[in-house]
């Protein structure tokens, strides 16, 4: 009787193209697998910066009716800064003390500019910057929030911390407050001139301090002029950010 070894096919030894293959394979898998893994990171990003934009546009167009609001209101001061000079250029008896006095009254307030700055602050606060895949547009978007918080900023400051306070200090001096409060109620005001006609005259024996006033007024006018002005050049930024927007991201 001949016994007959059959051969364990499953113990064959292995020769160098098996390794490759299954090596191979192996870094196929995990080549695609990290493909993948970043496609889908890829996309999340995008849906990010897509969401960004959309609501950046929304801060922009706010900021631009802000713009076109504040622009119209110092332009309106600049008028009744012109018509407290020449009234008070005038003799006292020449005098319109109403139109005086609620032009004056005008000046007393600070219309401070509303920045939408929401998408902005959450772009720097986690370095979210780095979504905006367009750099050209991740730098517009850098030097507009610049120009809002450094030169709209700081001529506010000045107006508000330095202008106001001596402006406010000289008009004390020469006009009576007691009806500032309804200076804009026609009403109200008519009957307070005719019961007291002399609450709305310019102090006497204060032409020196009046003399100073009317300078003020002027520099008041000068700073004013010079707020509207970069007013008008950051609702052109605005508004050509919100045109680079539309056209980088084909949004409606």
Not at 8 to 20: A, L, V
Request: charged fraction near 25%; proline fraction near 2%.
């Amino acid at each position: 009787m001949e016994v007959h070894h059959h051969p364990h096919h499953g113990h064959e030894k292995k020769i160098w193209k098996n390794y490759f293959w299954e090596f191979f394979m192996l870094f196929l898998a995990v080549f695609c697998g990290s493909l993948a893994e970043l496609q889908v990171e890829h996309y999340i990003e995008h849906t990010r910066e897509k969401k960004y934009v959309a609501t950046l546009l929304e801060d922009l167009v706010n900021d631009t009716l802000d713009f076109k609001n504040d622009i119209n209101y110092w332009n309106n001061i600049i008028n009744n800064a012109d018509t407290v000079r020449l009234e008070i250029e005038k003799p006292s008896a020449a005098r319109n003390h109403r139109l005086l006095y609620q032009s004056l009254v005008s000046l007393n307030y600070n219309n401070t500019f509303l920045y939408h700055d929401r998408t902005i602050q959450q772009l720097k606060s986690a370095g979210n910057f780095r979504l905006i895949s367009n750099n050209a547009v991740a730098d517009s978007i850098v030097a507009y929030d610049a120009w809002v918080q450094s030169t709209i900023n700081h001529i506010e400051m000045t107006f508000s911390n330095v202008l106001l306070p001596e402006f406010q200090a000289m008009r004390n001096q020469l006009f009576n407050s007691k009806f500032y409060d309804i200076a804009t109620n026609d009403t109200l005001l008519s009957a307070a001139i005719q019961k007291e006609p002399a609450v709305f005259m310019v102090r006497q024996g204060k032409e020196e301090v009046l003399f100073q006033f009317y300078n003020k007024v002027n520099d008041y006018k000068w700073l004013t002029n010079t707020r509207v002005r970069i007013l008008k050049r950051q609702l052109r930024r605005a508004r050509n950010l919100i045109a680079m927007l539309h056209k980088e991201y084909h949004l409606k």
